[in-house]
């Protein structure tokens, strides 16, 4: 008998030293892992009542179409060794997807170290985590006369969290952070990040989050990991912030899509930027997550998806989707459905990854040409980023 279930305390050690091989790191960071998670959201496995494996869920946000989905992220899936090969890691997740159904889940997203087993629970792959590095004396080192730049204490501040959330709103894979994500950021397992508020006569315009470490022994990179703007010069004053490290540093790198407001301001060719991870998202809730995300609000439309889920009963049906004023409406349908596709397809669709025609061309989905574009319409956007690990 399989069992998905909390960790108690009595077991939450067996479980630290089960993970912590898993992932080779040291058992004693596993203690602060879950501290950072909350012990509610430390999932244990058993296979016939003897601990197998687990898992740690992260309740937050991700936005889409300018809206927060509630998103569950997983992190920390691993089997103990004697268990693997057998399907126990497919059956965990797959538990794992009910278990946050039940729980009133719309979508769950994670970075996958292989892929079919996740696929296998019905999470498909739908956006990039891309990294950016430049020299940093290619970096335009003009300080912005009108903006000051001021060390911070921590990431508290109302202002910064504002203007981060404003930010992630616009930009589609963007998290809805939670506390799990900013502790991460401000107290990551290795090293201590500095942080930096870039001012203008009217408060806060901007902020950087950076650690300076050695590289190679002798030179040393700036890494940034965590960024947001409201202005364009806020955006050229972090640029002038990360120049200023070029005596010593060898390379600026930060997390971002080669359409991101840093990237954007390189001046020439001379970086690179590679996709770091594809992650995966499942929709775990068919119609709380179509109605969870925006849409654009100049289209009225009215679909119906005919949706295969082999993990979640209650999501295999045909729902209508009519969008209206940037909010879409979800109702059980009973009619001819104009576009069929499994929830692993809706997945790179619902965050606009892959367009419904595309999935049609690569039979994921069914439909006629004009189904398939509106469907391309309505999900349409920035193509779906996340610059956070958790
Ligand atoms: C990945 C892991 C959880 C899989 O557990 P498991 O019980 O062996 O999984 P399953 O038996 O259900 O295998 C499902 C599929 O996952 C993939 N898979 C399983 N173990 C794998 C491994 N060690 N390496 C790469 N892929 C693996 C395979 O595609 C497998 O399907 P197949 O056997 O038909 O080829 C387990 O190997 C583990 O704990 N690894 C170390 C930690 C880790 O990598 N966690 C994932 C972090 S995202």
């Known amino acids: 008998m399989d069992t998905l279930r ?47 494996g687990g898992l740690i869920v992260i309740p937050m946000g991700q936005h889409f179409g300018g809206r927060a989905v509630p998103m569950t992220g997983i992190a920390g899936v691993g089997v103990a060794p004697e268990f693997r090969g057998r399907g126990a890691g497919t059956c965990m997740m797959r538990e794992a997807v009910r278990a946050l159904h039940r729980e009133g889940a719309a979508i769950s997203t994670l ?7 996740y696929e296998r629970a019905g999470w498909a792959r739908a956006g990039l985590l891309v990294g950016t590095a430049v020299r940093p004396h290619d970096l335009d080192a003009t300080h912005e006369p009108s ?35 900013w502790t991460r950021l401000a107290k990551p397992m290795k090293g201590a990040p500095r942080y930096f508020a870039v001012e203008g006569s ?12 050695e590289r190679d022994g002798h030179d040393t990179e700036v890494i940034v ?32 899509a080669p359409h991101d407001t840093l990237t954007q301001l390189l001046r020439d060719r001379m970086h690179t930027v590679t996709v770091r991870e594809v992650w995966m998202l499942r929709v775990v809730d068919v119609p709380r997550a179509l109605a969870a995300r925006g849409y654009n609000p100049h289209l009225r439309a009215s679909i119906a998806f005919a949706v295969a889920d082999d993990v979640v009963p209650e999501n295999a049906r045909t729902w209508r989707l009519t969008v209206e004023g940037g909010v879409g409406a979800v109702t059980p349908d ?14 790179p669709l619902y965050t606009g990854f892959r367009s419904a025609t595309t999935l049609a061309a690569a039979g994921l989905a069914q439909g006629d040409p ?21």
Do not use: C, K
């Open 147 to 181: 903006l000051r730049v001021r060390p911070l204490a921590d990431l508290d501040d109302p202002a910064l969290r504002a203007l981060q959330s404003s930010h992630a709103r616009l930009r589609n894979g963007s998290l809805a952070r939670g506390p799990y994500i």
């Open 111 to 117: 970075y996958p170290a292989t892929v079919p087993l």
């Open 6 to 52: 909390t960790a108690t305390g009595a077991d939450r050690e067996a479980l630290a030293s089960l993970l912590s091989h898993a992932f080779a790191f040291e058992p004693e960071l596993s203690v602060p892992w879950f501290e950072r998670a909350g012990h509610d959201h430390v999932w244990a496995f058993d296979v016939d009542g003897a601990l197998a």
């Open 202 to 213: 009217e408060g806060l315009e901007g902020y950087v989050v950076l650690l300076h470490q």
């Open 334 to 347: 009973d009619g001819t459905p104009d576009v069929s596709l499994d929830v692993r397809a809706l997945a």
């Open 225 to 256: 990991t965590d960024a947001a703007v409201a202005t364009p010069r806020a955006a050229r004053a972090i640029v002038a912030v990360l120049a200023s490290y070029r005596s010593l540093a060898q390379q600026v790198r930060w997390t971002g």
């Open 370 to 390: 004009a189904a398939l574009a509106l469907a391309d319409l309505l999900f349409a956007g920035e193509s779906p980023a996340m610059i956070e690990m958790f």
